[in-house]
């Protein structure tokens, strides 16, 4: 079995483990119906506007249909 001739460095074992704690959204997109930011090729979580037209009822309006059936 092949084994590595010398212990790595703490600075290269730091380097390699801070990899993977960088967690960002590179990519958020105005919509076009609010103008909030939302994922692209997602529905826009704040009016549920996607493709041109409505395909989700937003939240705010879902609770107030809730609180008209109660
Ligand atoms: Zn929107």
């Not at 600075?11 to 692209?40: F, H, I, M, T, Y």
């Not at 529905?43 to 037209?53: L, M, R, T």
């Amino acid at each position: 079995m092949p084994n590595p001739k010398r212990k790595h460095t703490p600075q290269r074992r730091d380097k390699r483990r801070s990899q993977n704690w960088k967690l960002e959204v590179k990519s958020l997109s105005a919509c076009g119906q609010c103008g909030a930011l939302r994922l692209p090729h997602r529905v826009c979580p704040s009016c549920g506007f996607y493709n041109g037209k409505i395909e989700v009822a937003p939240k705010a309006a879902k609770t107030e249909e809730g609180k008209e059936k109660k």
